[in-house]
């Protein structure tokens, strides 16, 4: 089973920070990997697909990147709204879920 | 709009047995993939299963041979039947259509119910 190693699993940020996320898996997935943000007592919310590809009404200060093994999230100027649980998931194999990277309030 | 209602959680014994439904609305089930996934409380999220618009199931290793995914769909009904439940598969369990982008290795799921909350306790 491909293993997804997300990081980290949880950071302190600011309004108007930059926030990086990663995750990485233990084999090749090409691009098959998604994003989600999920907040306390909600479902998970999809943000990106393929890696790269901002899923319709999430804002442009969400971007991910990479192919392979190695991915980023991305949140270029952090805003309220976006303190919550991310979660990478790999669909090149059946499905893997990350840990969860929890943004917190510094 | 797309609707996914999630129902069946509820507590029971270690070794017992429930069925959950997902009761899907706005759109045309039968031509999409259906899943289910949960979270332990205060956990990440696990995928479980997933059965295809033409009935082809897969299960993680962790349910295999226990959990039966289905679907109705005259119903527009997703369902998972789980047998000798034991403690760690308390979790809410929600149900998610995967969704197709532009290329057929472009999956995700786009659309979640609520979860309903299943508890395996003595």
């Known amino acids: 089973a491909i293993q997804m190693t997300q990081s980290p699993s949880s950071l302190s940020a600011s309004v108007g920070d930059r926030v990086t996320i990663t995750c990485r898996a233990s084999?090749?997935?090409?691009?098959?990997l998604g994003w989600y943000q999920q907040k306390p007592g909600n479902a998970p919310k999809l943000l990106i697909h393929?890696?790269?590809n901002l899923q319709s009404g999430v804002p442009s200060r969400f971007s991910g990147s990479g192919y392979g093994t190695d991915f980023t999230l991305t949140i270029t100027s952090l805003q309220p709204e976006d303190f919550a649980t991310y979660y990478c998931?790999?669909?090149?194999?059946?499905?893997?879920f990350g840990q969860g990277t929890k943004v917190e309030v510094k | 709009e797309v609707q996914l209602l999630e129902s069946g959680g509820g507590f029971v014994q270690p070794g017992g047995s429930l069925r959950l439904s997902c009761a899907a609305s706005g759109f045309t089930f039968s031509s999409y993939a259906m899943s289910w996934v949960r979270q332990a409380p205060g956990k990440g999220l696990e995928w479980v299963s997933i059965i295809s618009d033409s009935g082809n199931t897969f299960y993680a290793d962790s349910v295999k041979g226990r959990f039966t995914i289905s679907r109705d769909n005259s119903k527009n009904t997703l369902y998972v039947q789980m047998n000798s439940l034991r403690a760690e598969d308390t979790a809410v369990y929600y149900c998610a259509r995967r969704g197709v982008g532009t290329s057929d290795y472009d999956e995700f799921f786009d659309y979640w119910g609520q979860g309903t909350l299943v508890t395996v306790s003595s």
């Open positions: 393929a890696a790269s």
């Open positions: 084999q090749g997935i090409r691009n098959d």
């Open positions: 998931l790999q669909d090149y194999n059946l499905w893997t």
